[in-house]
Structure formats: C-alpha cells, structure tokens
C-alpha cells in the first residue's frame, strides 16, 4: 500500500500564485509516476500534470506555462507549483501514485481545495 498526503491549496484572487504537495509513504516501488489530477464540481476528474521518478514531465494544455511540477525522490514528493491561476483553476486537487508494484497499482490522495476567485 502507497499511502499519499497531500497540503496546501487554499483560497486565492485570480492572476495569484499557490502551490501543493504531496508526501507518498508506505511500499513505495520505483520506477513510478506521481501527479496532480482535478475535478471541478461537475466535471470529470482531469490530468494537471505528471512526473515520473526519472522526471519526464507531463503537462496539460491548458495549465502549461503556469503550473509546474516537480518532485524529490529522496523524500517521495511532489509539488505542484501554480501561478496566473484562473478562476476556470477551481477544483478540488488530487495526488496520484502510479506504476508497476507486483502489479499496476495506482494510489490517489483525498484531494484539496483550491479555489481562484475573480
């Protein structure tokens, strides 16, 4: 089991910054990827953006060139860096822990709430 905890998001005024991380414990198996995914109330859960332990990057369009991901593999983390954040930004924000265990295996944080106001 891969155990993912996440912090920061917030409330923050459009054209803001904010940042997230999250701290993955327990069988963490290597090679992996870990990411930030988010859902907007009643939308369908989307990719934000990805990292992989070897740190190819991943981005989505329409975040690329504001967000950046980054992460530590000494201390199974990844940060999420968010800057020019829109109000269309507002969702809840997931953690993603996926890879070849025994298995795939795919983890996900309990999310935090950003919101951007306008």
């Known amino acids: 089991q891969v155990q993912l905890v996440e912090s920061g998001g917030g409330l923050v005024q459009a054209g803001g910054s904010l940042s997230v991380s999250c701290v993955a414990s327990g069988s963490i198996f290597r090679p992996n990827t870990m990411g930030w995914y988010r859902q907007a109330p009643g939308k369908q859960r989307e990719l934000v953006a990805t990292i992989t332990s070897g740190g190819s990057t991943s981005v989505a369009g329409s975040v690329k060139g504001r967000f950046t991901i980054a992460r530590d593999n000494a201390e199974s983390t990844v940060y999420l860096q968010m800057n020019s954040l829109k109000p269309e930004d507002t969702a809840v924000y997931y953690c993603?822990?996926?890879?070849?265990?025994?298995?795939?295996?795919?983890?996900w944080g309990q999310g935090t709430q950003v919101t951007v106001s306008s």
């Open positions: 993603n822990f996926k890879g070849w265990g025994p298995t795939y295996l795919s983890y």
